[in-house]
C-alpha cells in the first residue's frame, strides 16, 4: 500500500531580493526611460518644426509603433539566445543612431525615416522586462515589474528638462543619443543572465512559433487593449489636447506627462497586488469602469478640467490593468521562453497601441466627432471585461508556449493538489502540472468540497489543463470512495491513462489522502508528488513517495 504523507508547507513570506537584483532593476528601469523617450521623440519634431496636423500626425506616428511591433518578437527570442547583458546594450545603440539621426536631419521626410526607427527603442521593454522576471524572485516579481513600468515616468521627467534645451527636440535628440550610448555601457557592465537559455530552436523557428501562438488565442486582443494603451496615451494625447481643446503644446504636453506617470503609478499597483492576490475580478473592474469614462468622454464636456480628469482615470485604470498583465505574464513565462512571450506580447501591445488614436482620426474625418470613437473604444473595453470575467483561470496562464522537456525515462507520478493551492495560484500550480503531462504519464488528484465535484469536467485544473495542453486529451472523473468501491471507481483512470490522457480524480479532500493512496497502488505508479502553492514561491513539487527509494528501503 501506497501512503502518501502530511502536505509540506512553504514559507509564505517572500524571500529576499539578491544583492545585485535591486541594482539590476534600478539601471534597467532607466534604460527603459531613455529608450521610451527615443520612441516618442518623433512628436515634437512633427509638431514644432514642421507643424503636422492632426491626421498627418497621427498616422506619422503609427510608423514607430509598427517598427516596434516588427522588432519586438525578433529581439525577445534573441533576449531568450544571447542575453540581456547583450540584447540591451545593442537596443540601446541602435536608438541612438535613430535620434542622433532625427537630431541632424533637415528636412520632414528625413525626420520621418528616423523617426520611424525610433521604433527599435520599443524593444527596450520585452528585454527589460525578460531581464526582471528572470533576476527577482517569483514573490517579488509583479512588484519589480511594476517598477520597471515607472521606466515611463523616467522618459516624462527627461522630456520636462529637455524641453528647456529646445522645444524642437534638436538638442534633446543629441544629447539623448549620447546618454543612450552611455547607458549602452553600463548594461554591458552591470547586467548578468541569471539562467542558460536552451539553444536546440532556431529564432527563426521560434518566431514563427510564437507568431501563430499570438494569433491563435483571444489573450492577444486583451494584451492589445490594456498593454498598448499606455504608449497610446504618451503617443498621441498631446496633439489630442492641443487640436481639440486648444491648449499650448508645452501645456499639452505637460499634461500629458502627469497622466503618463499617474498610469506608471497605477501599473506598479497592478504588480504589487498580482503578488498578493487574484486578479480577474480587479481586471473586470478596471475594463468596466474605463468603458464608463468612456462614455463620459464620449459626452463632450465642455469643461477643459473635466475632460482631463476623465481621461485621467481612463489612464489610470488601463495602468492598473496593464501593471497585471505584465505581472502574469512574467510569472507565467518559464525562464528560458520569457523573452520570446514579451517579445510576443509586446509585439500585439503595440499594434493596439494604434486602436485609440486611429479610431479618433477614423471618426473625426468622417464625423466630424470624436463621440463616435469615444463610444467604440468604450465598446472594446466592455468585451474585454466580459472576457476577463469568463476567462479568468486563463488570462493568468498566459500564452501556452510548448514546453520541451530534458530527454529521460517516462514516469508514471500521481500529482496531488488541495483546493486552498488553486484558490490563489491556480495559473500557477496548472502550468507545473502541464511541465510534467509533458513528460510523465500523469494522473491529478484533486481535493475539492465545491459543488463543482459533480461535473468535474467543469473542474478548475480540467480547465486549466485543457487550455495548457491543447494537443492531450484532458477527462474529469469524479471519485467518492465507499467500502470496497473504490477498485472500480479508478477503473476509468487507468483506462485513460492507457489512452494517453490526463486523468483528473475530483474527490471530497477529507478522502484525498486515502483515494491518491488507492489510485498510486492500483496504477502502480512510480512516484507520488504533493503539489504546493505560496505567494512567496510560486507553484512547488514535493516528492512523497517513490516506487524505487521504498525498495530500496525494503530491500
Same mark, same amino acid.
Given at each position: 500500500?501506497?501512503?502518501?504523507?502530511?502536505?509540506?508547507?512553504?514559507?509564505?513570506?517572500?524571500?529576499?531580493?539578491?544583492?545585485?537584483?535591486?541594482?539590476?532593476?534600478?539601471?534597467?528601469?532607466?534604460? &527603459?526611460?531613455?529608450?521610451?523617450?527615443?520612441?516618442?521623440?518623433?512628436?515634437?519634431?512633427?509638431?514644432?518644426?514642421?507643424?503636422?496636423?492632426?491626421?498627418?500626425?497621427?498616422?506619422?506616428?503609427?510608423?514607430?509603433?509598427?517598427?516596434?511591433?516588427?522588432?519586438?518578437?525578433?529581439?525577445?527570442?534573441?533576449?531568450?539566445?544571447?542575453?540581456?547583458?547583450?540584447?540591451?546594450?545593442?537596443?540601446?545603440?541602435?536608438?541612438?543612431?535613430?535620434?542622433?539621426?532625427?537630431?541632424?536631419?533637415?528636412? &520632414?521626410?528625413?525626420?520621418?525615416?528616423?523617426?520611424?526607427?525610433?521604433?527599435?527603442?520599443?524593444?527596450?521593454?520585452?528585454?527589460?522586462?525578460?531581464?526582471?522576471?528572470?533576476?527577482?524572485?517569483?514573490? *517579488?516579481?509583479?512588484?519589480?515589474?511594476?517598477?520597471?513600468?515607472?521606466?515611463?515616468?523616467?522618459?516624462?521627467?527627461?522630456?520636462?528638462?529637455?524641453?528647456?534645451?529646445?522645444?524642437?527636440?534638436?538638442?534633446?535628440?543629441?544629447?539623448?543619443?549620447?546618454?543612450?550610448?552611455?547607458?549602452?555601457?553600463?548594461?554591458?557592465?552591470?547586467?548578468?543572465?541569471?539562467?542558460?537559455?536552451?539553444?536546440?530552436?532556431?529564432?527563426?523557428?521560434?518566431?514563427?512559433?510564437?507568431?501563430?501562438?499570438?494569433?491563435?488565442?483571444?489573450?492577444?486582443?486583451?494584451?492589445?487593449?490594456?498593454?498598448?494603451?499606455?504608449?497610446?496615451?504618451?503617443?498621441?494625447?498631446?496633439?489630442?489636447?492641443?487640436?481639440?481643446?486648444?491648449?499650448?503644446?508645452?501645456?499639452?504636453?505637460?499634461?500629458?506627462?502627469?497622466?503618463?506617470?499617474?498610469?506608471?503609478?497605477?501599473?506598479?499597483?497592478?504588480?504589487?497586488?498580482?503578488?498578493?492576490?487574484?486578479?480577474?475580478?480587479?481586471?473586470?473592474?478596471?475594463?468596466?469602469?474605463?468603458?464608463?469614462?468612456?462614455?463620459?468622454?464620449?459626452?463632450?464636456?465642455?469643461?477643459?478640467?473635466?475632460?482631463?480628469?476623465?481621461?485621467?482615470?481612463?489612464?489610470?485604470?488601463?495602468?492598473?490593468?496593464?501593471?497585471?498583465?505584465?505581472?502574469?505574464?512574467?510569472?507565467?513565462?518559464?525562464?528560458?521562453?520569457?523573452?520570446?512571450?514579451?517579445?510576443?506580447?509586446?509585439?500585439?501591445?503595440?499594434?493596439?497601441?494604434?486602436?485609440?488614436?486611429?479610431?479618433?482620426?477614423?471618426?473625426?474625418?468622417?464625423?466630424?466627432?470624436?463621440?463616435?470613437?469615444?463610444?467604440?473604444?468604450?465598446?472594446?473595453?466592455?468585451?474585454?471585461?466580459?472576457?476577463? *470575467?469568463?476567462?479568468?483561470?486563463?488570462?493568468?496562464?498566459?500564452?501556452?508556449?510548448?514546453?520541451?522537456?530534458?530527454?529521460?525515462?517516462?514516469?508514471?507520478?500521481?500529482?496531488?493538489?488541495?483546493?486552498?493551492?488553486?484558490?490563489?495560484?491556480?495559473?500557477?500550480?496548472?502550468?507545473?502540472?502541464?511541465?510534467?503531462?509533458?513528460?510523465?504519464?500523469?494522473?491529478?488528484?484533486?481535493?475539492?468540497?465545491?459543488?463543482?465535484?459533480?461535473?468535474?469536467?467543469?473542474?478548475?485544473?480540467?480547465?486549466?489543463?485543457?487550455?495548457?495542453?491543447?494537443?492531450?486529451?484532458?477527462?474529469?472523473?469524479?471519485?467518492?470512495?465507499?467500502?470496497?468501491?473504490?477498485?472500480?471507481?479508478?477503473?476509468?483512470?487507468?483506462?485513460?491513462?492507457?489512452?494517453?490522457?490526463?486523468?483528473?480524480?475530483?474527490?471530497?479532500?477529507?478522502?484525498?489522502?486515502?483515494?491518491?493512496?488507492?489510485?498510486?497502488?492500483?496504477?502502480?505508479?512510480?512516484?507520488?508528488?504533493?503539489?504546493?502553492?505560496?505567494?512567496?514561491?510560486?507553484?512547488?513539487?514535493?516528492?512523497?513517495?517513490?516506487? *524505487?527509494?521504498?525498495?530500496?528501503?525494503?530491500?
Amino acid at each position: 500500500m501506497v501512503t502518501v504523507g502530511q502536505e509540506l508547507r512553504v514559507p509564505g513570506s517572500p524571500s529576499p531580493w539578491p544583492p545585485r537584483a535591486a541594482l539590476t532593476l534600478a539601471l534597467a528601469t532607466v534604460g &527603459l526611460g531613455l529608450n521610451l523617450r527615443a520612441w516618442i521623440l518623433l512628436g515634437p519634431h512633427l509638431h514644432e518644426r514642421f507643424d503636422v496636423g492632426l491626421r498627418d500626425y497621427v498616422l506619422l506616428m503609427a510608423l514607430p509603433l509598427l517598427v516596434a511591433a516588427l522588432v519586438r518578437l525578433p529581439v525577445g527570442v534573441l533576449t531568450d539566445r544571447y542575453g540581456a547583458r547583450v540584447m540591451f546594450p545593442v537596443v540601446s545603440l541602435a536608438s541612438a543612431v535613430s535620434v542622433l539621426g532625427l537630431g541632424l536631419a533637415e528636412s &520632414l521626410p528625413a525626420v520621418v525615416v528616423f523617426g520611424s526607427t525610433a521604433g527599435l527603442a520599443g524593444a527596450a521593454l520585452v528585454v527589460g522586462g525578460s531581464l526582471v522576471s528572470r533576476t527577482v524572485p517569483y514573490g *517579488r516579481r509583479g512588484l519589480a515589474l511594476g517598477v520597471f513600468g515607472l521606466g515611463a515616468t523616467v522618459a516624462v521627467v527627461i522630456s520636462a528638462l529637455s524641453w528647456r534645451l529646445g522645444p524642437d527636440g534638436r538638442r534633446a535628440a543629441l544629447l539623448l543619443g549620447v546618454a543612450l550610448v552611455v547607458f549602452a555601457g553600463l548594461a554591458a557592465l552591470v547586467f548578468r543572465d541569471p539562467v542558460t537559455a536552451h539553444r536546440a530552436r532556431s529564432p527563426l523557428g521560434t518566431c514563427v512559433e510564437m507568431i501563430k501562438l499570438a494569433s491563435t488565442t483571444s489573450l492577444s486582443v486583451l494584451y492589445a487593449l490594456a498593454l498598448g494603451g499606455v504608449v497610446a496615451s504618451a503617443v498621441y494625447l498631446p496633439v489630442y489636447l492641443a487640436t481639440v481643446f486648444r491648449m499650448e503644446w508645452f501645456h499639452a504636453l505637460a499634461v500629458t506627462g502627469t497622466l503618463v506617470g499617474l498610469g506608471a503609478g497605477a501599473r506598479l499597483l497592478g504588480g504589487w497586488w498580482t503578488d498578493r492576490r487574484p486578479t480577474p475580478q480587479l481586471l473586470t473592474v478596471c475594463y468596466t469602469v474605463a468603458a464608463g469614462l468612456c462614455l463620459v468622454a464620449a459626452s463632450d464636456p465642455q469643461l477643459r478640467w473635466l475632460s482631463i480628469l476623465v481621461i485621467g482615470a481612463i489612464a489610470v485604470c488601463d495602468g492598473v490593468a496593464s501593471g497585471v498583465l505584465l505581472a502574469l505574464i512574467g510569472k507565467a513565462a518559464r525562464a528560458e521562453s520569457v523573452g520570446a512571450v514579451m517579445g510576443a506580447t509586446g509585439a500585439v501591445a503595440a499594434l493596439g497601441a494604434l486602436v485609440p488614436p486611429l479610431l479618433i482620426a477614423g471618426a473625426d474625418r468622417l464625423s466630424q466627432s470624436h463621440a463616435v470613437a469615444w463610444i467604440l473604444l468604450a465598446a472594446l473595453l466592455l468585451v474585454v471585461a466580459l472576457y476577463v *470575467r469568463a476567462h479568468g483561470l486563463r488570462i493568468g496562464l498566459g500564452l501556452a508556449v510548448r514546453f520541451e522537456p530534458e530527454p529521460g525515462p517516462t514516469a508514471m507520478t500521481v500529482a496531488v493538489v488541495g483546493e486552498a493551492e488553486t484558490q490563489l495560484g491556480a495559473a500557477a500550480v496548472v502550468a507545473r502540472l502541464a511541465e510534467l503531462a509533458a513528460s510523465d504519464e500523469l494522473v491529478v488528484v484533486y481535493g475539492s468540497d465545491r459543488p463543482v465535484r459533480r461535473r468535474p469536467s467543469a473542474n478548475v485544473l480540467v480547465l486549466g489543463l485543457r487550455d495548457r495542453l491543447p494537443r492531450h486529451s484532458v477527462v474529469g472523473v469524479g471519485v467518492t470512495p465507499y467500502a470496497g468501491t473504490l477498485g472500480a471507481l479508478a477503473a476509468p483512470v487507468g483506462e485513460s491513462v492507457e489512452a494517453g490522457e490526463v486523468a483528473i480524480a475530483v474527490t471530497p479532500t477529507a478522502d484525498l489522502s486515502g483515494v491518491a493512496a488507492e489510485l498510486s497502488s492500483y496504477l502502480r505508479a512510480d512516484r507520488v508528488l504533493r503539489v504546493s502553492y505560496s505567494p512567496a514561491g510560486g507553484a512547488g513539487l514535493h516528492e512523497v513517495w517513490n516506487r *524505487r527509494t521504498a525498495a530500496t528501503n525494503h530491500g
